[in-house]
Antibody, heavy 121, light 107 residues
Framework: EVQLVESGGGLVQPGGSLRLSCAASGFAFSNYWMHWVRQAPGKGLMWVSR????????TYADSVKGRFTISRDNAKNTLYLQMQSLRVEETAVYYCARSTTTIFGVVFDYWGQGILVTVSS | DIQMTQSPSSLSASVGARVTITCRAS??????LSWYQHKPGKAPNLLIY???SLHSGVPSRFSGSGSGTDFTLTISSLQPEDFATYYCQETYSTPQTFGQGTKVEIK
């Protein structure tokens, strides 16, 4: 059974840092691209970042570029999101997601249950 | 970035009702469109990809249609477990933008 379990969330002050982890199991982690998606309170889903299967290629939403860093450790089957200079508006539930490629683009076929990050003084 | 607009933002329907949610893209995206179901506190679930292909394990009462800029998700006979928020997502470009969501509530 595919499982994605996020951890590392919590309360952080504006301007602070936090590192999220996503432990993967039940599939060949090193074969898949992975993503982070977030949902602010009362808002919809927003894609944040992705990393390719070997960790050599990363992409970010413009709003987090230069402040967030996605990475992975395939030996540990774990995805990370290092977040710096956090803003109040980045309070959200953060989800990790596995993607797979279809004839019409990349879809997120498995998601974690999410972890809450609260940015507040 | 491509903008995705869903309508309605919310709807109330009874068990057994036929429900239709629409999603419009700000530019043509062929069939690069997915639909997700999301319940509070749970992981989102992929329902439909490539506009009309049913993801493995998804009940056949869910169907998708459309291409270009206009897309539809239909639930043929609403079940109690279908009350959730539904999101469309374009898979044509980066970032892969989601619609704002449609909340389906019990009538």
């Amino acid at each position: 059974e595919v499982q994605l379990v996020e951890s590392g969330g919590g309360l952080v002050q504006p301007g602070g840092s936090l590192r999220l982890s996503c432990a993967a199991s039940g599939f060949a982690f090193s074969n898949y691209w992975m993503h982070w998606v977030r949902q602010a309170p009362g808002k919809g889903l927003m894609w944040v970042s992705r990393v390719n299967s070997d960790g050599s290629v990363t992409t970010y939403a413009d709003s987090v570029k230069g402040r967030f860093t996605i990475s992975r450790d395939n030996a540990k089957n774990t995805l990370y999101l290092q977040m710096q200079s956090l803003r109040v508006e980045e309070t959200a539930v953060y989800y990790c997601a596995r993607s797979t490629t279809t004839i019409f683009g990349v879809v997120f076929d498995y998601w974690g249950q999410g972890i809450l990050v609260t940015v507040s003084s | 970035d491509i903008q995705m607009t869903q309508s309605p933002s919310s709807l109330s329907a009874s068990v057994g009702a036929r429900v239709t949610i629409t999603c419009r893209a700000s530019q043509p995206i062929a069939r690069y469109l997915s639909w997700y179901q999301h319940k509070p506190g749970k992981a989102p679930n992929l329902l439909i990809y490539a506009a009309s292909s049913l993801h493995s394990g998804v009940p056949s009462r869910f169907s998708g249609s459309g291409s270009g800029t206009d897309f539809t998700l239909t639930i043929s006979s609403l079940q109690p477990e279908d009350f959730a928020t539904y999101y469309c997502q374009e898979t044509y470009s980066t970032p892969q933008t989601f619609g704002q969501g449609t909340k389906v509530e019990i009538k």
